[in-house]
């Protein structure tokens, strides 16, 4: 069974500050990928980034970047220089192999000016 | 960007009343997904649809509910005789086969049982 823990309820970071959201994963499986998705307040589910297990190089994409520590069984996420329109619902998700999603609670970010 | 498009947005229904909620997923996916998620909770998986059958699903996934990929481009979620408890909001998903690969959700549907 695979298992992720989000342990920030909420966060709260200032305008152009980075921001880090921790994931932590229990899995047994040695394939295995991680997901990012934000939730803003309409309510879909917007992918953001992924990262393989066996992906030597952490993921980036534009703004956002992974921290995979794979000893640690963490993925955090890293959001650099935070915009108003960051505020959302941030999940971490895992699968293996063809596998399904399993989410986590969630971390609900919050950008003030 | 391609996307996966859900209908309706909202639906409101009494319960024990039976809804079908819509989706089209990405034209050239292959697996398709329908998530739960009751407000205020972390998304819960129901069902995975590949190859015109359910590959797996989850203890929510009871008699209550079926799927249904009635013809090429749609992908149904029927639940029977609704309860309070089926409200939330309910995504379908699709991806393309592979390991890892990302599953691209669709806006979401809101279901409201009263």
């Known amino acids: 069974a695979q298992k992720i823990t989000q342990t920030q309820p909420g966060m709260f970071v200032q305008e152009k500050e980075a921001v880090t959201l921790d994931c932590t994963y229990d899995t047994s499986d040695q394939s295995y990928g991680l997901f990012w998705y934000k939730q803003p307040s309409s309510g879909e589910m917007i992918f953001l980034i992924y990262?393989?297990?066996?992906?030597?190089q952490n993921a980036t994409e534009g703004r956002y970047s992974l921290n995979f520590q794979k000893a640690r069984k963490s993925a955090n996420l890293v959001i650099s220089a935070s915009q108003l329109g960051d505020s959302a619902m941030y999940f971490c998700a895992m699968n293996s192999g063809y596998s399904t999603l399993t989410f986590g609670k969630g971390t609900m970010l919050l950008v003030s000016p | 960007e391609p996307e996966v498009t859900q209908t309706p947005s909202h639906q409101v229904t009494q319960m024990g009343q039976e809804v079908i909620l819509r989706c089209v997923p990405i034209s050239n996916h292959l697996y398709f997904y329908w998530y739960r998620q009751i407000l205020g909770q972390k998304v819960e998986f129901l069902v995975s649809?590949?190859?015109?059958?359910?590959?797996?699903k989850s203890e929510i996934f009871d008699d209550q509910f079926s799927v249904e990929r009635p013809d090429g481009s749609n992908f149904t979620l029927k639940i029977r005789s609704t309860k309070l408890e089926d409200s939330a909001m309910y995504f379908c998903?699709?991806?393309?086969?592979?390991?890892?690969?990302?599953?691209?959700f669709g806006q979401g549907t809101r279901l409201t049982v009263v």
């Open positions: 649809f590949y190859n015109n059958e359910i590959s797996e």
């Open positions: 990262q393989g297990s066996y992906d030597e």
């Open positions: 998903a699709s991806s393309e086969p592979g390991r890892g690969v990302k599953a691209f």
